[in-house]
């Protein structure tokens, strides 16, 4: 693979060799590698920029803080990808990884971003691991994490009955009573799969009315094991070295609900602090993008669920990837043009 801007030396320009103090915290930049593209985030949407990316000849990286996969991860069955009637969550995102190693990506996954910063044209990504890397174009792909619901309980009781992965946890409560928290796609969609292990699962949702999609509650409702409970405002997550109960309060009397686990689905956070540079963004955090997934900073874009955007599905998180590699391809070429000129 050939670029003008890629030269994918190392060197060590970093304090440690030249013995310099560094106050605490500080990252000392152990290495620096330079490429056309990095992409922040190894989910589907980063995965599908890289493969366009990498496709169109251009020096990519991927990173990710864990394994490839991001959402994928945390879901079982898969039926809302054209293609696949139902493939396995963590299957897919194989699939991915394999395709975009493929067409000659490279992928650093169980590596964690550090910061994101901007020097001139340059994109400049340091790791926590000490090293830094370059590139002119960054598709940001970070995704986000779970939104806590901050009651008292959740945090000390957390990986002790509270969790907020079914996919991962739910095989630690079979027979028991299981408390969902939310009333999204995801609390609906992962209760109805608790119940493979519960014996009973409520849904406990803030108001009368579910955000989730129809076909999601359709089956929830059908599922006999699942019972909702509506106008249930969270209070507490009891317990001592495990949950037992969940306090709430529905139209001012104080109730509460004997369960094993308490899985908390009440939305997510996007990943956008990573970005030292002040990018537009929305109240929640959710980075603003024009239709070509451009960020109000030239040179990087942001994809899938960590940009503003009406819903979250592994499908238009592969178009948000493969519409910025476009775009980073096309501005790589006019930073190339106007070098020339
Ligand atoms: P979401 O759609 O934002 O829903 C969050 C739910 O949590 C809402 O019902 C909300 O209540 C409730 N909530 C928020 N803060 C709360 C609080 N402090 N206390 C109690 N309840 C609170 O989030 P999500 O379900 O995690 O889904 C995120 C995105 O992923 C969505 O775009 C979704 O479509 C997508 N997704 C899709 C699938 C699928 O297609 N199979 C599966 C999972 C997720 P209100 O309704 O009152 O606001």
Redesign the pocket.
Known sequence: MVSEFATSTARKPGGIELGIPTPPGTILVKAMSEYDVIIVGGGPAGLAAALYTARMNLKTAVLDRGPLGGQLLNTELVE?YPGFDSILGSELAMKMGEHARKFGVEVRDFEPVHEIDVEGNTKVVRLESGEELRAPALIMAAGGLP?Y?QVPGEKELSGRGVSYCAVCDGAFFKGQELAV???????V?EGDFLTRYASKVYIL???SEL?A?PI?IERARENKKIEFIFDAH?KEIEGDAKVQAVRYEQHGTVKELKVGGVFI????VPNSALLKVHVDHDQAGYILTDRNMQTSVDGIWAVGDVRAQL???IATAVGDGTTAAVAASQYITSLKDAARA
């Not at 928290?181 to 609390?187: E, F, L, V």
């Not at 689905?265 to 997510?268: E, P, R």
């Open positions: 809302d939104r619901l928290i939310g009333g999204g796609d995801a609390a969609e949702h803030r108001r955000r999609q999601l969270v689905f009440v939305g997510f819903t979250k599905q």
